[in-house]
């Protein structure tokens, strides 16, 4: 199964920084890359998604950029906060899966995830 | 608007038990529907997919079974549990019909194999 590669595995940011979190992949048929955000304890949901005709999508104080050429893209918040403690995931997915796409029906494949813990 | 429901949340069960984890969708239909196991550190493990009744995939060879009797029905079965099946159990569902779209999920299942 074709992964998305993330880093760091976890990450200590003060209140009021930023968070960056990155993400790699392989595959140049993915087109969709969404962040999932998840809290502990919870099912993940998603926070923010982009797919590669933009190179950034702002939602409040959440920013993906995207590098179609490098394969990477990354998450952004900004004047983190103590409530954004959790664990991030990125994804990737493609719009037609195939049975080689891995990732289930929608061809969707997780990062390992990143464990954000912002202090105060 | 949709729903997703799985339970329980906890479970503790004896090595070698049968195991049953149970996800119910509302306010949808045809669902696609996923099992995932999350690991500390190892992310989200696909277990399972369906795309309609009947109609299982499984990602990982492993001690555990799906099944799909309903349409919004999505059970993850185990005859005989191993130490090794510990982890966060999670269902999710998707609108049916090509890629890129969100996935829903449940609040997950807890369970410790002792």
């Known amino acids: 199964q074709q992964q998305a590669k993330q880093s760091p595995q976890s990450l200590i940011v003060q209140k009021g920084g930023i968070s960056i979190i990155n993400c790699a992949y392989e595959?140049?048929?993915?087109?969709?890359f969404p962040w999932y955000q998840q809290f502990p304890g919870k099912g993940p949901a998603l926070l923010i998604a982009i797919r590669p005709d933009v190179s950034e999508k702002k939602e409040g104080r959440f920013t993906i950029s995207f590098n179609k050429s490098a394969k990477q893209f990354s998450l952004h918040i900004m004047d983190s906060q103590p409530g954004d403690s959790a664990t991030y995931f990125c994804?990737?997915?493609?719009?037609?899966?195939?049975?080689?796409?891995?990732?289930?029906?929608?061809?969707?494949?997780f990062g390992k995830g990143t464990h954000l813990i912002i202090q105060p | 608007s949709q729903t997703i429901h799985q339970w329980p949340a906890t479970l503790v069960q004896p090595v070698g038990s049968p195991l049953s984890l149970e996800c119910t969708v509302e306010?949808?239909?045809?669902?696609?529907l996923y099992w995932y196991r999350q690991a500390a550190g190892r992310g989200l493990q696909l277990l399972f997919y369906?795309?309609?009744?009947g109609q299982i995939s499984s990602e990982v060879p492993q001690n555990l079974s799906a099944s799909r009797p309903q349409d919004r029905q999505f059970i993850l079965s185990s005859k005989k549990l191993l130490l090794s099946d510990s982890g966060f159990y999670l269902c999710?569902?998707?609108?049916w019909g090509g890629g890129n779209t969100e996935a829903f999920f449940g609040q997950g299942t807890r369970l410790t194999v002792v």
């Open positions: 595959n140049t048929a993915f087109d969709y």
């Open positions: 994804a990737a997915s493609v719009l037609r899966p195939t049975m080689y796409s891995g990732g289930g029906a929608d061809g969707l494949t």
């Open positions: 999710a569902w998707s609108a």
């Open positions: 369906s795309v309609g009744i």
């Open positions: 306010g949808t239909s045809n669902p696609n």
